[in-house]
């Protein structure tokens, strides 16, 4: 079982930046990969980035790629997202997300299952 606890979201102007910080708690050294995914209101959650524990590999969404990059501190159990030039529509609750034990090694900043979310942080971009 791995808990996760987010912390940085926020409001801020379109344009600026924010890191969102997940501390991860628990059997950490059994999951393959950590990452992000968000819901806006009214739409499905979607995924936005994930990294390997072992490699460091990374993933990212086509709408957040060259934006937005995750990375992790092994010796903190934390993944962070740093969020730069934001745009309203990146408004939404962010929620952390580690895969499950059996997640296959291949891919898995994709983050194809999920074995455990975080409480979710609210970010807020105004235009």
């Known amino acids: 079982q791995v808990q996760l606890v987010e912390s940085g979201g926020g409001l801020v102007q379109a344009g600026g930046s924010l890191r969102l910080s997940c501390a991860a708690s628990g059997r950490i050294f059994s999951i393959p990969a950590m990452g992000w995914f968000r819901q806006a209101p009214g739409k499905e959650r979607e995924f936005v980035a994930g990294?390997?524990?072992?490699?460091?590999?990374?993933y990212y969404a086509d709408s957040v790629k060259g934006r937005f990059t995750i990375s992790k501190d092994n010796a903190k159990n934390t993944v962070y997202l740093q969020m730069n030039s934001l745009k309203p529509e990146d408004t939404a609750v962010y929620y952390c997300?580690?895969?499950?034990?059996?997640?296959?090694?291949?891919?898995?900043?994709?983050?194809?299952?999920?074995?455990?979310w975080g409480q979710g942080t609210q970010v807020t971009v105004s235009s």
């Open positions: 990294i390997s524990w072992s490699d460091g590999s990374t």
């Open positions: 997300a580690a895969t499950p034990p059996d997640h296959p090694e291949e891919a898995a900043a994709r983050l194809g299952k999920v074995g455990s």
